[in-house]
């Protein structure tokens, strides 16, 4: 099936050859990007994930194309603050942070979504966790909207520790319900739900000026969190999972980083550099 396709089987060929004819002739196009894990591999420290080896200089050929019918948008859920010196790339790209509750457009304007105060509040409360977090091993990274807690590199005893105890704190939290439990690739966010990564996908597609084709669109993400932008996209574009192993998933297909993943970007830059 397309959806478990890389880039040399059949159906995953034939896919992106439908959609690579369909993207030379389109008038708009609107390619969405993931950041971690499918822009850079996961490291044990966040603050240490750069990109792979060559994703800037496709990035940098992405945005030199004419952006009155083109658009690159990063879509992370990190806050901007701490994605931006990572990225190495400030000029002329759209970025949305914090599952879809900041943006950041191209010249330079930024939003966040506001945050009900009970869930401000019950934050800080999880804040407290950091001491016990850490002593278990684990990580905490802070956010306008959430609390990630990682424990990527521990051992699996280690892990489910943690895991357990957060869970404990979490169902002994006042005002729980005002947070949403979310499990990532090497760890768990307790988010303030309303926002997801499907909304951006949905907020883009409507913002296609009245009259105008709708874009021929991409997006490519790897994690669950990415799921919700797979499924808000449907068949009104191509949906890629990026990830060394496959897991199953709602995307259409499966490329395997760094290599499958620059072919894709480098492709899609060569036929929008021929359509000008």
């Known amino acids: ?102 943006r950041r457009l191209p010249d330079g304007r930024h939003s966040l979504t506001p945050l009900p105060e009970a869930a401000v509040r019950a934050l800080a409360e999880a804040d407290a966790w950091e001491t016990m977090a850490r002593r278990l091993g684990g990580r905490v990274e802070r956010k306008p909207a959430s609390l990630a807690f990682h424990w990527r590199g521990l051992p699996a005893d280690r892990h489910e520790a943690l895991r357990q105890a957060l869970a404990q704190r979490f169902a002994e939290l006042p005002g729980n319900h005002t947070l949403a439990w979310h499990d990532f690739d090497g760890g768990v966010e307790l988010r303030v739900p309303g926002r997801d990564k499907g909304d951006v996908v949905r907020t883009l597609l409507a913002e296609t000026p009245p009259g105008a084709p709708t874009p021929r669109i991409a997006y490519l993400g790897d994690d669950l969190t990415d799921e919700d932008a797979f499924k808000a996209l449907g068949e009104q574009g191509l949906s890629v999972l990026v990830r060394p192993e496959y897991r199953p998933t709602a995307a259409q297909l499966w490329l395997r980083p760094p290599e499958d993943l620059l072919a894709f970007l480098h492709r899609w830059a060569d036929i929008r550099e021929q359509t000008g």
């Open 1 to 102: 099936m397309p959806g478990r396709a890389g880039l040399s089987s059949a159906d995953g060929g034939r896919l992106l050859t439908t959609f690579w004819a369909q993207l030379a002739t389109a008038q708009r196009t609107l390619l969405l990007l993931d950041y971690d894990g499918t822009l850079a591999p996961f490291t044990l420290d966040p603050a240490d994930a750069h990109p792979y080896p060559g994703i800037t200089g496709a990035l940098e050929r992405l945005l030199a194309l004419p952006t009155s019918s083109n658009r690159l948008v990063i879509v992370s859920g990190r806050w901007l603050r701490d994605l931006r010196p990572l990225l190495g790339i400030d000029h002329g790209l759209e970025m949305w942070g914090c599952h879809g509750r900041e």
